[in-house]
């Protein structure tokens, strides 16, 4: 059980470059989300999803589109990269109701570190 | 608009007193409330959950929460600290009416167990 995949763990673009960050799980999760963690602002939603082609803003959307076509995957879509969306990207999932899946919360990532310059 | 504090950025003790990290909420309805650790460039690692029942929840590495409705807080507590506790804590909520919704986090307390 892998949990929850993001890949790459590390990337440096340059300014206006775009690119792809992925999210995959295992565990038949219906809610999926990414998040942004940037030092002294914790942990910023981005965008969620809580099924199969459902998805929608969250604070920091903006720069950032999503799509959920499977249960899956969630990637995360950089459309032109800026210096201020360096970060560290984390997403997660969690199940429906309060089953196995949900026993732990939601479920993170290790990351993706990313460097725009 | 759902939201989360954690008053205080950083939190020092000594190692084997009782420790507390503090977080208060604000949430329509009933709340889903979480404590998450992150270790030094690691991802977030969950600690316990208030979902419903007893007020005083118990979770990972003897950590334990005390949800108080009328305070609108979840202060998360051990009674005696370990070095190995330094970390960054998140407190995180969500709406138990806001089914599918991520969490919400607050901006994080660091914690510094001195030996």
């Known amino acids: 059980n892998a949990g929850v995949t993001q890949t790459p763990k590390f990337q440096v673009l340059k300014t206006g470059q775009s690119m792809t960050l992925q999210c995959a799980q295992d565990m038949n999760h219906e809610y999926m989300s990414w998040y942004r963690q940037d030092p002294g602002m914790g942990l910023r939603l981005i965008h969620y999803?809580?099924?199969?082609?459902?998805?929608d803003q969250g604070e920091v959307p903006n720069g950032y589109n999503v799509s959920r076509s499977t249960t899956e995957d969630f990637p995360l879509r950089l459309l032109s990269a800026a210096p201020s969306q360096t970060s560290v990207y984390f997403c997660?999932?969690?199940?429906?109701?309060?089953?196995?899946?949900?026993?732990?919360?939601?479920?993170f990532g290790s990351g993706t570190r990313l460097t725009v310059v | 608009a759902q939201s989360v504090a954690q008053p205080e950025d950083q939190v020092n003790v000594a190692e084997g007193n009782p420790l507390t990290v503090k977080c208060t909420y604000s949430?329509?309805?009933?709340?889903?409330l979480f404590w998450y650790v992150q270790y030094p460039n690691r991802g977030l690692q969950f600690l316990l959950k208030?979902?419903?029942?007893?007020?005083l929840v118990k979770g990972s590495y003897g950590f334990e929460a005390e949800f108080n409705k009328s305070q609108t807080s979840f202060h998360l507590k051990k009674p005696s600290a370990l070095v190995s506790d330094s970390a960054l804590y998140f407190c995180a909520v969500r709406g138990a009416n806001q089914a599918g919704t991520a969490l919400i986090f607050g901006k994080g307390t660091t914690l510094s167990v001195s030996s």
């Open positions: 999803s809580v099924g199969a082609g459902i998805t």
């Open positions: 949430v329509s309805g009933n709340p889903y």
């Open positions: 997660a999932s969690s199940g429906r109701g309060q089953g196995p899946s949900t026993r732990y919360g939601y479920t």
């Open positions: 208030y979902i419903t029942g007893d007020n």
